[in-house]
């Protein structure tokens, strides 16, 4: 079943690759951009900002789904993400769409259990996961006044764009033979592979007839521990000849020592600070009530996955 969706934030990462999923299955997709996106493609672009949601309603026209692909700056995500998710809840209604909403695994907390299963108690310890209950209470009481909306929990983003722990931490130094990994190397942690999960959403759209008013899934993407990541880094780095055939890549850790010590200056590390515990607990996302719904997400192999990933970032130079 195709429709069309509007994509609040398609110039993002998540946004980018939504646009891609919807596109290939046939959907009419609208994205919703602060500044003309690279590429153009068959979409239909608006350039009106969200605070006008009337007017980008209106232009929109018969909208089945909106996807809310906004992110705020990091520093500013406390103060910003429920104002932008209760925007996105409201064009939702003016266009009498399902709301599709990506969550994190932040509403969990530091005392998470190895598996978060979608009954899993939130009971976040960070400010950022304290608004992430509060944005998902927000969207649960919407869909009591009438709205319909859909949580897709995921883990961090890979393989589209630029701007995560992927690429500005662990794979920053890789053409020099080199990794950083921010935790320890026997923990697993909860990864999203976008293609995959762009597509899960498409799978979850198409799916809206069978939807409840407000449904929580979780997308279960990849969970290596880090010696499981760097290994799949490794097969790429020797493939490019970044390293010899069985060699391995110099493996770095975060020096979070001074990462907190600077964050008494710089807003962007004191956040990632905060969210240390994220790489210190081990943690992976079950995927049963998609599964109920009889959505299967698509799964690139891990090794495939990162390979996609880290030519993207590293392209071959021409000739
Ligand atoms: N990143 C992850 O690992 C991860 C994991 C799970 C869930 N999520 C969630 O997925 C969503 C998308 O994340 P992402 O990583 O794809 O985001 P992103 O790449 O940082 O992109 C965010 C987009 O939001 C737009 N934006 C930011 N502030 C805005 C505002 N005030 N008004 C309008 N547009 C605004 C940006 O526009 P410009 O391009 O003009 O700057 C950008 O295109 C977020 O809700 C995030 O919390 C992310």
Not at 210 to 221: I, K, N, S, W
Not at 293 to 314: C, K, N, S
Request: include cysteine.
């Amino acid at each position: 079943m195709s429709g069309s969706v509007l994509v609040l934030g398609a110039n993002g990462r998540l946004g980018g690759a939504v646009m891609k999923a919807f596109e290939a299955a046939g959907w009419k997709c609208v994205g919703q951009v602060r500044r003309a996106p690279a590429a153009r493609g068959k979409a239909q672009w608006l350039e009106i900002p969200l605070e006008d949601s009337a007017a980008l309603a209106q232009a929109a026209g018969r909208i089945d789904c909106v996807l809310h692909a906004v992110n705020p700056p990091y520093p500013q995500w406390h103060a910003h993400a429920l104002p932008l998710a209760r925007r996105a809840l409201d064009i939702a209604r003016r266009l009498d769409a399902l709301l599709l909403f990506p969550g994190n695994v932040y509403n969990f907390g530091a005392g998470m259990p190895p598996l978060l299963t979608e009954s899993t108690p939130q009971e976040p310890t960070a400010r950022k996961g304290r608004v992430r209950v509060e944005i998902e209470a927000m969207l649960r009481e919407g869909a009591r006044a009438g709205a319909r909306c859909a949580v897709l929990h995921a883990g961090d983003f890979f393989g589209a764009g630029h701007g995560a722990w992927f690429d500005l931490i662990i794979a920053k130094s890789l053409s020099q033979g080199r990794v950083v990994y921010p935790g320890r190397l026997d923990l697993a942690h909860a990864w999203a592979y976008l293609p995959d999960l762009a597509r899960a959403f498409v799978a979850l759209a198409q799916a809206r007839a069978r939807l409840a008013p407000f449904e929580v899934c979780h997308f279960a993407g990849h969970s290596p521990t880090g010696a499981q990541l760097i290994a799949a880094f490794t097969a790429w780095a020797r493939a490019r000849g970044i390293v010899a055939a069985g060699a391995q890549l110099q493996t770095k850790t975060m020096p979070w020592g001074l990462i907190r010590l600077g964050g008494t200056i710089v807003p962007m590390w004191r956040e990632l600070v905060e969210m240390r515990y994220l790489w210190d607990v081990p943690h992976r996302l079950g995927g049963e009530r998609l599964r109920e719904l009889g959505v299967e997400p698509t799964h690139t192999p891990l090794e495939a996955a990162v390979a996609q990933a880290l030519d993207a970032l590293f392209p071959r130079p021409a000739g």
